[in-house]
């Protein structure tokens, strides 16, 4: 068996592939690793599948697949690991910025150490504030939603088990939190290392601002489908039953005071001219669409199956069976 596989996502990083191959190459081979490199071309429009078809025919060990168009680094990473062969799957950024010097570490303390995951941290980082702020932010609110004690999720320098990544399944934008969805498959030893962080030589980053704002979407996401995936109607219930609890004490209190008014000599008025009983109303039809909600969600989670979310256009030394 290999003894690791690299699985590299990549978009429009034509200049830095090269250096980044030749660099692994060095590394393992110093450290007798055999090796394979897994290059993600996501859609890219400059020539970097090309660059990877060259650079198959120099090392034995790259292999590579190419998107017919951009569809993201969590579809690019849940292919990546579905064609993994390696016992340890380290998952690296093609732009330089995460260093190939770690491998070794990371694939020893997988070896040899007690975790499933073991997660990259940036330490020192040579980004902009607007860009560390959020991201601080961003991996303090994970830390408390998910109750895994790590720095740096958003880091792409990640080591894990093999068996680690054919369980967890990477949709939307969940790369950021493969950590949380290993803990929730049973994955629970989950380590950190600091490495380091090295300034693009490259290109021009790929993320702006709508990161920060999909990756707290996604947490949020991922919150309740951590706790709900299997359940749905329990999370649709529980609101749908507390919709209608509320509607029933409106109307008792619609009820209560029409009565009082009524002893005591008042002219009730219509019960129409009562603001609560609108409430009443719309919170009855809100519980009611909860629990139909709740309803399908069970019926399409006992019903659906894994679906592919990407197309292939090409690709080099993996296995058309595993696609």
């Given at each position: 068996?290999?003894?690791?596989?690299?699985?590299?996502?990549?978009?429009?990083?034509?200049?830095?592939?090269?250096?980044?191959?030749?660099?692994?190459?060095?590394?393992?081979?110093?450290?007798?690793?055999?090796?394979?490199?897994?290059?993600?071309?996501?859609?890219?429009?400059?020539?970097?599948?090309?660059?990877?078809?060259?650079?198959?025919?120099?090392?034995?060990?790259?292999?590579?697949?190419?998107?017919?168009?951009?569809?993201?680094?969590?579809?690019?990473?849940?292919?990546?690991?579905?064609?993994?062969?390696?016992?340890?799957?380290?998952?690296?950024?093609?732009?330089?910025?995460?260093?190939?010097?770690?491998?070794?570490?990371?694939?020893?303390?997988?070896?040899?150490?007690?975790?499933?995951?073991?997660?990259?941290?940036?330490?020192?980082?040579?980004?902009?504030?607007?860009?560390?702020?959020?991201?601080?932010?961003?991996?303090?609110?994970?830390?408390?939603?998910?109750?895994?004690?790590?720095?740096?999720?958003?880091?792409?320098?990640?080591?894990?088990?093999?068996?680690?990544?054919?369980?967890?399944?990477?949709?939307?934008e969940m790369h950021r939190y493969i950590p949380?969805?290993?803990?929730?498959?049973?994955?629970?030893?989950?380590?950190?290392?600091?490495?380091?962080?090295?300034?693009?030589?490259?290109?021009?980053?790929?993320?702006?601002?709508?990161?920060?704002?999909?990756?707290?979407?996604?947490?949020?996401?991922?919150?309740?489908?951590?706790?709900?995936?299997?359940?749905?109607?329990?999370?649709?219930?529980?609101?749908?039953?507390?919709?209608?609890?509320?509607?029933?004490?409106?109307?008792?209190?619609?009820?209560?005071?029409?009565?009082?008014?009524?002893?005591?000599?008042?002219?009730?008025?219509?019960?129409?001219?009562?603001?609560?009983?609108?409430?009443?109303?719309?919170?009855?039809?809100?519980?009611?669409?909860?629990?139909?909600?709740?309803?399908?969600?069970?019926?399409?989670?006992?019903?659906?199956?894994?679906?592919?979310?990407?197309?292939?256009?090409?690709?080099?030394?993996?296995?058309?069976?595993?696609?």
């Open positions: 068996m290999i003894n690791v596989s690299l699985v590299v996502p990549l978009f429009n990083e034509e200049e830095s592939l090269p250096e980044l191959t030749a660099w692994i190459d060095r590394v393992c081979g110093a450290h007798s690793l055999s090796y394979e490199i897994i290059f993600i071309n996501d859609g890219s429009t400059d020539s970097s599948w090309k660059v990877i078809e060259a650079l198959a025919l120099q090392y034995p060990g790259v292999k590579g697949l190419s998107f017919r168009k951009n569809q993201g680094k969590s579809a690019a990473l849940q292919v990546g690991f579905q064609v993994a062969k390696g016992e340890v799957v380290i998952t690296m950024d093609a732009d330089l910025q995460d260093s190939p010097d770690e491998i070794p570490s990371l694939v020893e303390m997988i070896w040899q150490g007690p975790f499933d995951v073991v997660s990259g941290w940036k330490k020192k980082r040579y980004d902009p504030l607007s860009k560390t702020i959020p991201t601080k932010l961003f991996n303090w609110a994970t830390r408390k939603m998910s109750g895994i004690s790590l720095h740096d999720f958003n880091c792409g320098l990640k080591a894990y088990k093999r068996e680690v990544v054919k369980e967890v399944e990477v949709q939307g949380v969805l290993a803990k929730n498959a049973g994955y629970g030893r989950i380590g950190e290392k600091v490495v380091e962080h090295r300034a693009r030589q490259y290109g021009s980053t790929k993320f702006g601002w709508d990161r920060f704002i999909n990756g707290f979407l996604d947490l949020l996401t991922l919150a309740v489908v951590t706790r709900f995936s299997r359940r749905p109607m329990h999370f649709f219930g529980t609101l749908g039953v507390g919709m209608f609890f509320f509607s029933f004490l409106s109307l008792v209190f619609i009820g209560s005071m029409k009565i009082y008014r009524l002893n005591h000599g008042i002219h009730p008025g219509l019960i129409t001219e009562n603001p609560f009983f609108y409430l009443s109303l719309t919170t009855m039809l809100l519980g009611t669409l909860l629990f139909i909600g709740g309803l399908l969600s069970e019926l399409i989670i006992r019903h659906s199956g894994k679906k592919q979310n990407y197309t292939v256009s090409a690709h080099l030394g993996i296995d058309p069976e595993l696609l």
